[in-house]
């Protein structure tokens, strides 16, 4: 494949080299030099290195004095087009060529009288190649005067504003033409030049007269760009044209081509022509947007957005002028409510995935919300000059707004109800307070008496307390003794978990019916206040958490001397007096453990040990866990430092640097490879077509291997930085 690569090189070589030998021996014959000049042409089109190779032996220097050495005009056509097409070709090249004295040779062409038209184009070509994209080209072609000629053309090619492109003569002339907009579209902008906007300027009332008078693509299109390029970021230009009414002839224009949309797909594209043009002169001066409202623009503007042809691109365009409009102007903020303009710009929001007309439509929504507040406080208040019957057909469009704020309504439907569920909860806590409160006197009364009955034994004690038991499940109805109480063994392992002082009496037939109703009172009163609305921590938590146990243990010393009915009725007390002690079921919330209420965060091994660390009130499961950690970590420590290898955290990246340079080979550097010419093309080549991108022209192009990014950019700007090839 390389050979093949190679030999199609030495051939193109070889070509280019009889190729000029043809043109510097046939000097006499004019026919055979452009047969020559349009082969070379057809050669450096097919291969970007031609034009590299062609000047480097001299070809492209002998082709430039030809253009202006011979006496034949299709020999100076020839050669002028393919100076044109090696230049636009590559980059290298076109900075050879940017000199003063080809600008000079060209302007002269232009301002000959014996010069024909396709000499002339030919020569606005060339100029069109240097000045593009070159900063330089824009400079020399202003102080050559060439961008006086070229305005001068600009005025005078075409005398007629009736064209007839039928006719061969005046196809021409309108070819030159739309070549000089073209190129004077090019010196002003693209980098942008403040100083030939200036010049080009003086052409606004000449540009204006053409759309006044010629409303055709082949016209519109070619001075709507002139126009907006010369505009573009230049207040004192934009002030200029708006001064010698050319707002109110694009506006005029505007109007006439949307009345034509309706009719033919052309106007439509048209007229988002002419609407760039106008949000090009208002963009830096949204006061200016006054004038717009006396066409009625923005219902214009409206309009033409609803046309189904139009793509997003152009839509962006509209709606963007749209925002210019209303920037600083109440007039056209009003027009485009009136005209319902709001809907179509929340419709734009929710339809189009485009993120750049998103923040179009964003932007005119935020440019009418004073005068969109100013309206729905009051339509009398706002003084416009309009009659009862304009503000008749405004509220009734305000009623197509329904549709878009049923969304706003349902949402605040459904913060109210949450509202009135908050407060319904509210009243159920304060009714859970109150019986609460009457459930603590009438248990405090039940265990007076159990405890006197039984200091007093007998079976009148045992009777007692089956009554009392009785009692106490006479309280299912108020919805706080559970059900699952009722089986004894399912009691005896609730009493295991609850509380170890009533396991040691689970044996005693006794007291056995009493404290399954204490215990399960206690729990369930637990459950009822605490757990009453969707409770996401876990029934068997709430039997290892509940307050009673620091309680036992504090007495477990006492327990050869503590009667069981005095026990169950001091944990009884104890949870209740804790219950009632808070304001609110948010602030018992708020003292018990954070491991317990953080279920719905998203946790993970790091954060839900700092949870737990960090949590003053730490029910007793999770402060086992946390403890098992602790003395987990501290041995992992003590192996630490008996044995260093092992580590519990991964070493730092310099540790593992200096480690993998110690153990391994030494870094070489790389080996120094200059550039080929064959690189060197390809890398103007590359900043031709990609700009300063060197990742993407290091993979376009076969550059040697081991090249970087890095290195392209340093070549690059070597070469500009040299004597031989000034930077653009």
């Not at 024909?116 to 070509?125: A, E």
Request: charged residues 25%.
């Amino acid at each position: 494949m390389e050979s093949e690569d190679t030999k199609k090189i030495q051939e193109m070589k070889t070509d280019l080299n009889l190729l000029l030998e043809c043109l510097k021996y046939q000097m006499d014959n004019p026919f055979s030099q452009k047969e020559a000049l349009v082969t070379i042409h057809s050669i450096c089109q097919q291969n970007s290195n031609a034009g590299v190779y062609f000047r480097e032996i001299g070809g492209l220097m002998f082709v430039r004095n030809l253009a202006k050495s011979s006496e034949h005009s299709m020999v100076k056509e020839a050669a002028l087009y393919t100076l044109g097409a090696v230049a636009e070709q590559n980059v290298y090249c076109q900075q050879t060529l940017c000199t003063s004295e080809l600008f000079e040779d060209l302007t002269w062409f232009l301002s000959n009288n014996d010069s024909n038209t396709n000499l002339k184009r030919m020569s606005v070509y060339v100029i069109l190649v240097l000045v593009s994209n070159n900063r330089t080209g824009q400079t020399l072609v202003r102080e050559t005067g060439c961008i006086t000629v070229l305005t001068q053309l600009f005025r005078t090619v075409l005398s007629k504003y009736e064209l007839n492109l039928s006719d061969k003569n005046i196809f021409q002339s309108y070819q030159l033409w739309s070549s000089v907009c073209s190129t004077l579209c090019v010196c002003v902008n693209n980098p942008q030049n403040d100083e030939n906007q200036m010049l080009c300027c003086s052409l606004f009332p000449h540009a204006n007269d053409w759309l006044i008078n010629c409303v055709k693509p082949e016209v519109i299109r070619p001075v709507c760009s002139f126009i907006g390029l010369t505009l573009a970021n230049n207040t004192y230009v934009q002030k200029y044209f708006i001064s010698v009414g050319g707002l109110d002839i694009l506006s005029q224009v505007l109007v006439q081509l949307e009345s034509d949309s309706h009719k033919t797909l052309s106007s439509a594209k048209l007229a988002v022509v002419v609407t760039k043009t106008v949000d090009a002169c208002i963009a830096d001066n949204p006061t200016f947007g006054v004038i717009l409202s006396k066409y009625q623009i923005v219902s214009k503007l409206l309009t033409l957005l609803l046309h189904e042809s139009l793509d997003s691109g152009e839509k962006f365009s509209i709606i963007l002028t749209l925002g210019h409009c209303t920037e600083d102007c109440e007039e056209n903020q009003y027009d485009l409510f009136k005209n319902n303009g709001l809907p179509l710009m929340i419709q734009a929001l929710t339809e189009s995935h485009n993120e750049e007309l998103n923040k179009a439509a964003t932007f005119v929504l935020h440019n009418c919300k004073k005068i969109t507040e100013k309206l729905c406080l009051s339509l009398g208040e706002y003084s416009f000059d309009e009659n009862e019957k304009q503000l008749e057909d405004i509220n009734t469009k305000e009623k197509n707004l329904e549709d878009y704020w049923k969304k706003a309504k349902e949402i605040l439907h459904r913060i109210e109800q949450l509202e009135r569920e908050g407060n319904e909860e509210k009243i159920q806590r304060e009714k859970y307070k109150d019986n609460v409160s009457s459930m603590k006197i009438n248990i405090q009364n039940t265990l007076k008496h159990l405890h006197a009955d039984s200091i007093g034994g007998g079976p009148k004690a045992e009777d007692k307390d089956k009554n009392q038991s009785r009692k106490l499940q006479s309280y299912k109805s108020h919805g706080i003794l559970s059900t699952a109480c009722t089986n004894d063994h399912q009691m005896k392992t609730l009493l295991k978990r609850a509380n170890p002082v009533n396991a040691c009496y689970r044996e005693s037939g006794q007291n056995k019916t009493l404290c399954k109703a204490n215990s399960s009172d206690s729990k369930n009163l637990h459950e009822g206040i605490t757990f009453e609305k969707k409770n996401s921590v876990s029934q068997s938590s709430d039997h290892v958490f509940k307050p009673p146990i620091p309680v036992v243990k504090n007495r477990k010393q006492e327990l050869p001397v503590t009667d069981p009915f005095t026990l169950c009725s001091d944990i009884i007390n104890k949870e209740v007096i804790s219950f009632l002690a808070t304001d609110s079921h948010s602030k018992m919330l708020k003292y018990r453990c954070s491991g317990c209420i953080a279920v719905g965060k998203s946790l993970n091994s790091r954060n839900f040990s700092k949870l737990l660390h960090s949590c003053p009130y730490q029910c007793d499961r999770h402060k086992v866990i946390v403890e098992a950690e602790d003395r987990y970590k501290s041995e992992l420590r003590k192996s630490l430092i008996c044995n260093k290898k092992f580590l519990l955290t991964p070493r730092r990246r310099r540790q593992l640097s200096s480690e993998s340079t110690t153990s391994g080979e030494i870094r070489k550097r790389r080996i120094r490879k200059n550039f080929t010419e064959e690189e060197v093309n390809y890398l103007f080549n590359g900043v031709k077509k990609m700009g300063n991108h060197w990742n993407l022209i290091l993979w376009s192009f076969p550059f040697q291997r081991g090249r970087k990014a890095v290195d392209l950019a340093h070549k690059y700007h070597k070469l500009t930085k040299g004597s031989k090839c000034p930077a653009p």
